[in-house]
């Protein structure tokens, strides 16, 4: 195509998409005005191109989730050969599939040894959704039919449906459509640098896990069903707990006779540096939702890890579990997820990750910290976030109406790089595959996003 018709091009799909697609998170006034949305349309390693082709490298693995990067035949090839073979059937009244009991015990065998029944849905917010009626049916069978409250975090993201969206902790969210819904309750998030005042990180860690403590305390154990929280908070800005929160919420769920859930959808799959972030955290689980990684995004595919306790319970009283979607362990789906961990195993991406990319990206990010914007970097694995802030020695974040990470996400987008702004902190999770050189050129890109922010905001 000429310069003329790719111009063209881009101009009817923007103006299409204006007219007949409803987007997911968008303010639709704001696009309308802008002339309708980027249009992306090519993708390879960790690098997209959207209709005026516009390279950018993907700091966001899509949405947390191309783990593998862009580009793999094998995933393709994988998918196409299911197709041909079977392209569905499904997983309901007493029937499954090679694929999808394959992937079961491949995931399986990634998680610890209590953790062994896996059970698919098709995105995270199913997972979540699936798991609240789990637990409450787990818990009436059980005969202790009052635990039915799920303690969540302010600021956290569990996902958009009615339940998961209630789980979530994101004022935002719960404004629109009347959440949360009735038995949902939200706590402090170990967030540190917002919310830690004069603390030490470790005492801010004890702090917040035991806010935990006294909401189980204020409504009764005997009320409360489970505590759901992400090992790193994702959507929320990559928030890391100090070291001291996690083995306290083991102990605090534990004492309780609380569940935990360990929300493993942007966490799983590598991206700490462990197969899951419990692991490298050290979180003692009984439920664990999972979704992205698991088929690095090439096909929609979430799943739901049940401990041995509970499956028992399930089995021996529970009768038929009434509950399932039509694409519950889609075999195609399945198939690419399992290829996918393969991928991961033979190129040893979840060791790179722990070994390499983790410490790597951690001091490339540090070197940003000379700017007087950058009010601290952090990350874990390849979880990283970058705090834009007014006043760096106290912490003073600008007041919202200046919009420093709105206006810092857009220069990056200018400039060729595909970061997140959570408030005013950027957050990115590139692919597992993202060599040194492009580490490099994220942080120069990233540097000078903020240094043209910086001249922005201060007049
Ligand atoms: N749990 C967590 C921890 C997530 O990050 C979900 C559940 C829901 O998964 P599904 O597959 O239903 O989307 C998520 C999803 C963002 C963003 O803006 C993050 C997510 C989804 C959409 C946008 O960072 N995370």
Known sequence: MNEHSQANYTHALRTTALEHHFPPFTDHKQIEEEGGPRIIEKSEGCFLWDTDGKRYLDGMAGLWCVNVGYGRDRLA???????????????????????????????????PDHLNQIHFVNSGSEANDTIVRLVRHYHNLIGKPGKKVFISRENAYHGSTMASASLGGMSHMHSQGDLPLPGFVHVKQPYWFAEGGDMTPEEFGIVAARSVEEKILELGADNVAAFIGEPVQGAGGVIIPPDTYWPEINRICKEHDVLLIADEVICGFGRTGSWFGLQTLGIEADIVPMAKGLSSGYLPIGAVAVSDQITEVLREQGGEFAHGMTYSGHPVACAVALENIAIMKEEGLVDRVRDDLGAYLNSALATLSDLPMVGETRSLGLLGAIELVEDKATRRKFDASVGAGRKCRDHCFDIGLIIRACGDTLVMSPPLTITHEEIDELVAMARTAIERTMSEVSG
Do not use: C, H
């Open 77 to 111: 090839e994988t998918a196409y050969k299911q197709m041909k073979e079977l392209p569905y059937y499904n997983t309901f009244f007493k029937t499954a599939t090679p694929p999808a009991v394959l992937l079961a015990e491949a995931v399986a065998g990634l998680l």
